[in-house]
C-alpha cells in the first residue's frame, strides 16, 4: 500500500501528531514500506479462524465495583505542565 | 567484586565477605568511570542505591530478610519510580518524574534489591539497536561502534560490562533476547501475564512482557522469583503461583524433547550462527536431550502480524500523552488542537512516530477487518502452531538473533530491515509464550544467542535447561576486554 503526503498528513491530523513540512516525504516513504510489509497478510486465508484477543485466551477479570484509587490529586498535579486551583489548564476551548 | 553473580553476592552477603554498602558503591564507581563510553544509563541514583544498601545491611544484621536483599541492580527506564525521573527513553517524558512505583519495583524492593539506577532504552521500547533513545545511542560492549541491541539495550550492555550482574527488563518483540543476544548476556521473557504491567509504560498492551537481564540462567532465576505474581492492578495478569525456579535448575534434562523448527533450520540462518547453535545443540544432546524436528507452518507470518498488532496497540497506549497532565508540552499553543499536536509532534521521535501513524492508518474505519482482525486471525493460527509442536516437544530452540551486533546506523535508515531483527523472537510474543536468550559462542569476538521457547508457564523447564548448558560451556562467563576481561 503506497501513500501520499496528503494521505499521511490525514492520519497525522487523526492521530493529533504534527509532522515537520520537510518531514512528510520520508515519513511517507517509510509508512508506505511498513504497510507493504503487512501487506501480505491480505493472501492469509483466514475463514473460520478466531481472532485472537488474549494469547492465554483468558478474559478480562471482573471486579467488585468499590472505590480503589486513593485521592493523590495534588502529587499528580505536581508534575503537570499548567494547573489553577487543582484544574489542569489547556488553551480556551469554547468561547 | 564487579565479575560477581547475583548468587555468587548472595553467598558473600551472607558470609559478611563484604557489605551491600561496598559493593554498591563499588559499582556506582564503576558505572561512573566507564559509563561514559557506553551510555547504558539514563539516570543514576547515587543517594537512593546508598540509602537502601544500608537499610539491606541492617536488615541483614536483625532477622528476616528478602531473597535478594543487598543486591545491586538497574532498572530499565520504562518501569514508573515513585520520585525518580522516569523517561521511557523519550523527550516526552524528559521531565516526568513519576508519582508512583511499578509493581514490578515495589516486589524486586520487597526482595531487598538496591536499584543503582535506571538504564537506557529505544524510545518507548521501540526499536532493536536502542539507536531511537532521545538519550543517544548505547553502545555495545564488545565493541563500542556496534548496537547492543534494543529496546533493552541498557539493560543488557550495563549487564554485559560487569556495570550490574543483573537488570529488568521488557519484551514486545525481543526487546529482553535480542539484546542479550548481541552483548552476550541471559535474558528471559516471561509467559504473557506471568509478571505485572502496572507501572511499566505500555507500548502493545498484549505483547509486553516484563522479565530479567543477567549474566546466567541461575540469576535469571532468582531475579524472576522476585519480580513474577500476581497484581490485582494489572487485568491481564495470571493469578497463579510462582514456582521456586532456583530450586529445579539441577534437574535432569536426559529425555528432554527439543524442537528445531524447520523454518529456521533451512539454511538461511547465518551459516556461522547457525553452526554456534548446533553445537550448542550438540551439547544439550549430550547431556540427554532428544533433537526433533518440528513444524511452523505459520511462523514465516510473524513480522507482518506483529507489524499490525503492535503499532495499532501503541497508536492506542500513546494517545495519553497530550500534554496537558504531564510530559512535554509545547510552548504557546495556539487552541487545544495545537497543543495536543504539537506536544506530540515535538516529544515523539522518528520511529515512534512512525509506528503511531501505522497504527492509526490500520485501525480507521474501513480496514480494521482488513488489518488488526486479520493479524488476530493469523496470530491465532501461528499460537496453534505452537500449541501442536508442543504435543511433540518439550522446547523449541533456535537463534535468538540473525546474527552478530551490527554497525551503529547501519540499518537505522530503514525500518522495514531493522523489524528482520525480531524474526526469531517475535513468534513467541504473539502466541504469549516464555521464551529466554543464552550465550553459545562468540564470532569474530561477537557475542551469539540460542533461543529456548516453552510451554505457556514453563519458565522454570527452560531455566532448568539453560543452567543445565550453562554447567557445560562457559560462554556465559566471557567478558567483553575493555570491560573487565574474563573471570
Given at each position: 500500500?503506497?501513500?501520499?503526503?496528503?494521505?499521511?498528513?490525514?492520519?497525522?491530523?487523526?492521530?493529533?501528531?504534527?509532522?515537520?513540512?520537510?518531514?512528510?516525504?520520508?515519513?511517507?516513504?517509510s509508512v508506505?514500506?511498513?504497510?507493504?510489509?503487512?501487506?501480505?497478510?491480505?493472501?492469509?486465508?483466514?475463514?473460520?479462524?478466531?481472532?485472537?484477543?488474549?494469547?492465554?485466551?483468558?478474559?478480562?477479570?471482573?471486579?467488585?465495583?468499590?472505590?480503589?484509587?486513593?485521592?493523590?490529586?495534588?502529587?499528580?498535579?505536581?508534575?503537570?505542565?499548567?494547573?489553577?486551583n487543582?484544574?489542569?489548564?489547556?488553551?480556551?476551548?469554547?468561547? | 567484586?564487579?565479575?560477581?553473580?547475583?548468587?555468587?553476592?548472595?553467598?558473600?552477603?551472607?558470609?559478611?565477605?563484604?557489605?551491600?554498602?561496598e559493593?554498591?558503591?563499588?559499582?556506582?564507581?564503576?558505572?561512573?568511570?566507564?559509563?561514559?563510553?557506553?551510555?547504558?544509563?539514563?539516570?543514576?541514583?547515587?543517594?537512593?542505591?546508598?540509602?537502601?544498601?544500608?537499610?539491606?545491611?541492617?536488615a541483614?544484621s536483625?532477622?528476616?530478610?528478602?531473597?535478594?536483599?543487598?543486591?545491586?541492580?538497574?532498572?530499565?527506564?520504562?518501569?514508573?519510580?515513585?520520585?525518580?525521573?522516569?523517561?521511557?527513553?523519550?523527550?516526552?517524558?524528559?521531565?516526568?518524574?513519576?508519582?508512583?512505583?511499578a509493581?514490578?519495583v515495589?516486589?524486586?524492593?520487597?526482595?531487598?534489591?538496591?536499584?543503582?539506577?535506571k538504564?537506557?532504552?529505544?524510545?518507548?521500547?521501540?526499536g532493536?539497536?536502542?539507536?531511537?533513545?532521545?538519550?543517544?545511542?548505547?553502545?555495545?560492549?564488545?565493541?563500542?561502534?556496534?548496537?547492543?541491541?534494543?529496546?533493552?539495550?541498557?539493560?543488557?550492555?550495563?549487564?554485559?560490562?560487569?556495570?550490574?550482574?543483573?537488570?529488568?527488563?521488557t519484551?514486545?518483540?525481543?526487546?529482553?533476547?535480542?539484546?542479550?543476544?548481541?552483548?552476550?548476556?541471559?535474558?528471559?521473557?516471561?509467559?504473557?501475564?506471568?509478571?505485572?504491567?502496572?507501572?511499566m509504560?505500555?507500548?502493545?498492551?498484549s505483547?509486553?512482557?516484563?522479565?530479567?537481564?543477567?549474566?546466567?540462567?541461575?540469576?535469571?532465576?532468582?531475579?524472576?522469583?522476585?519480580?513474577?505474581?500476581f497484581?490485582?492492578?494489572?487485568?491481564?495478569?495470571?493469578?497463579?503461583?510462582?514456582?521456586?525456579?532456583?530450586?529445579?535448575?539441577?534437574?535432569?534434562?536426559?529425555?528432554?524433547?527439543?524442537?528445531?523448527?524447520?523454518?529456521?533450520?533451512?539454511?538461511?540462518?547465518?551459516?556461522?550462527?547457525?553452526?554456534?547453535?548446533?553445537?550448542?545443540?550438540?551439547?544439550?544432546?549430550?547431556?540427554?536431550?532428544?533433537?526433533?524436528?518440528?513444524?511452523?507452518?505459520?511462523?514465516?507470518?510473524?513480522?507482518?502480524?506483529?507489524y499490525?498488532?503492535?503499532?495499532?496497540?501503541?497508536?492506542?497506549?500513546?494517545?495519553?500523552?497530550?500534554?496537558?497532565?504531564?510530559?512535554?508540552?509545547?510552548?504557546?499553543?495556539?487552541?487545544?488542537?495545537?497543543?495536543?499536536?504539537?506536544?506530540?509532534g515535538?516529544?515523539?521521535?522518528?520511529?515512534?512516530?512512525?509506528r503511531?501513524?501505522?497504527?492509526?492508518?490500520?485501525?480507521?474505519?474501513?480496514?480494521?477487518?482488513?488489518?488488526?482482525?486479520?493479524?488476530?486471525?493469523?496470530?491465532?493460527?501461528?499460537?496453534q502452531?505452537?500449541?501442536?509442536?508442543?504435543?511433540?516437544?518439550?522446547?523449541?530452540?533456535?537463534?535468538?538473533?540473525l546474527?552478530?551486533?551490527?554497525k551503529?546506523?547501519?540499518?537505522?535508515?530503514?525500518?522495514?530491515?531493522?523489524?528482520?531483527?525480531?524474526?526469531?523472537?517475535?513468534?513467541?510474543?504473539?502466541?504469549?509464550?516464555?521464551?529466554?536468550s543464552?550465550?553459545?559462542?562468540?564470532?569474530?569476538?561477537?557475542?551469539?544467542?540460542?533461543?529456548?521457547?516453552?510451554?505457556?508457564?514453563?519458565?522454570g523447564?527452560?531455566?532448568?535447561?539453560?543452567?543445565?548448558?550453562?554447567?557445560?560451556?562457559?560462554?556465559?562467563?566471557?567478558?567483553?576486554?575493555?570491560?573487565?576481561?574474563?573471570?
Amino acid at each position: 500500500m503506497a501513500l501520499t503526503p496528503d494521505d499521511v498528513a490525514k492520519l497525522a491530523e487523526l492521530a493529533r501528531l504534527s509532522i515537520d513540512s520537510n518531514h512528510v516525504e520520508s515519513t511517507t516513504q517509510s509508512v508506505s514500506s511498513i504497510l507493504h510489509l503487512v501487506d501480505q497478510l491480505k493472501q492469509v486465508d483466514t475463514k473460520d479462524v478466531s481472532a485472537l484477543a488474549h494469547p492465554l485466551d483468558i478474559t478480562q477479570r471482573l471486579r467488585a465495583d468499590e472505590v480503589s484509587e486513593l485521592n493523590q490529586r495534588d502529587e499528580f498535579q505536581k508534575i503537570a505542565p499548567e494547573v489553577e486551583n487543582g484544574l489542569y489548564l489547556v488553551p480556551r476551548v469554547v468561547e | 567484586m564487579f565479575n560477581k553473580s547475583i548468587r555468587e553476592i548472595l553467598d558473600d552477603l551472607a558470609k559478611g565477605e563484604y557489605s551491600s554498602r561496598e559493593i554498591t558503591k563499588s559499582l556506582l564507581e564503576r558505572i561512573k568511570a566507564l559509563d561514559p563510553d557506553l551510555n547504558s544509563f539514563i539516570t543514576l541514583t547515587e543517594e537512593n542505591a546508598l540509602a537502601s544498601a544500608e537499610a539491606a545491611d541492617k536488615a541483614r544484621s536483625g532477622g528476616e530478610i528478602g531473597s535478594l536483599c543487598g543486591v545491586p541492580i538497574a532498572h530499565k527506564d520504562i518501569f514508573c519510580t515513585q520520585g525518580v525521573r522516569t523517561s521511557c527513553g523519550s523527550k516526552m517524558l524528559d521531565n516526568f518524574i513519576s508519582p508512583y512505583d511499578a509493581h514490578l519495583v515495589q516486589s524486586m524492593a520487597k526482595a531487598g534489591v538496591v536499584s543503582l539506577g535506571k538504564t537506557n532504552m529505544d524510545e518507548f521500547a521501540m526499536g532493536s539497536s536502542n539507536e531511537t533513545s532521545f538519550y543517544g545511542p548505547v553502545k555495545n560492549p564488545w565493541d563500542t561502534e556496534r548496537v547492543p541491541g534494543g529496546s533493552s539495550g541498557g539493560s543488557a550492555a550495563a549487564v554485559a560490562a560487569r556495570l550490574v550482574p543483573g537488570a529488568t527488563a521488557t519484551d514486545t518483540g525481543g526487546s529482553i533476547r535480542q539484546p542479550a543476544s548481541l552483548c552476550g548476556v541471559t535474558g528471559l521473557k516471561p509467559t504473557y501475564g506471568r509478571v505485572s504491567r502496572y507501572g511499566m509504560i505500555a507500548f502493545a498492551s498484549s505483547l509486553d512482557q516484563a522479565g530479567p537481564i543477567a549474566r546466567t540462567a541461575e540469576d535469571c532465576a532468582l531475579l524472576l522469583e522476585a519480580m513474577a505474581g500476581f497484581d490485582s492492578n494489572d487485568s491481564t495478569c495470571i493469578d497463579r503461583d510462582v514456582p521456586q525456579y532456583s530450586a529445579s535448575l539441577d534437574n535432569d534434562i536426559s529425555g528432554l524433547r527439543i524442537g528445531l523448527p524447520k523454518q529456521y533450520f533451512n539454511g538461511d540462518t547465518n551459516s556461522e550462527v547457525g553452526k554456534l547453535v548446533d553445537q550448542a545443540l550438540t551439547a544439550l544432546e549430550q547431556a540427554g536431550a532428544k533433537l526433533i524436528e518440528v513444524d511452523l507452518p505459520h511462523v514465516e507470518l510473524a513480522i507482518p502480524t506483529y507489524y499490525v498488532v503492535a503499532p495499532a496497540e501503541c497508536s492506542t497506549n500513546l494517545s495519553r500523552f497530550d500534554g496537558v497532565r504531564y510530559g512535554h508540552r509545547c510552548e504557546n499553543p495556539a487552541d487545544l488542537e495545537d497543543l495536543y499536536s504539537r506536544s506530540r509532534g515535538e516529544g515523539f521521535g522518528d520511529e515512534v512516530k512512525r509506528r503511531i501513524l501505522v497504527g492509526t492508518y490500520v485501525l480507521s474505519a474501513g480496514f480494521y477487518d482488513a488489518y488488526y482482525r486479520q493479524a488476530q486471525k493469523i496470530r491465532r493460527l501461528i499460537q496453534q502452531d505452537f500449541v501442536s509442536a508442543f504435543d511433540q516437544v518439550d522446547l523449541i530452540a533456535s537463534p535468538s538473533a540473525l546474527s552478530t551486533a551490527f554497525k551503529m546506523g547501519e540499518k537505522s535508515g530503514d525500518p522495514v530491515e531493522m523489524y528482520q531483527e525480531d524474526l526469531y523472537t517475535i513468534p513467541a510474543n504473539l502466541a504469549g509464550l516464555p521464551a529466554m536468550s543464552v550465550p553459545c559462542g562468540l564470532m569474530n569476538n561477537l557475542p551469539v544467542g540460542m533461543q529456548f521457547v516453552g510451554r505457556h508457564f514453563e519458565e522454570g523447564l527452560m531455566l532448568n535447561t539453560a543452567h543445565q548448558y550453562q554447567k557445560r560451556t562457559n560462554w556465559h562467563e566471557l567478558s567483553p576486554e575493555k570491560f573487565g576481561g574474563q573471570g
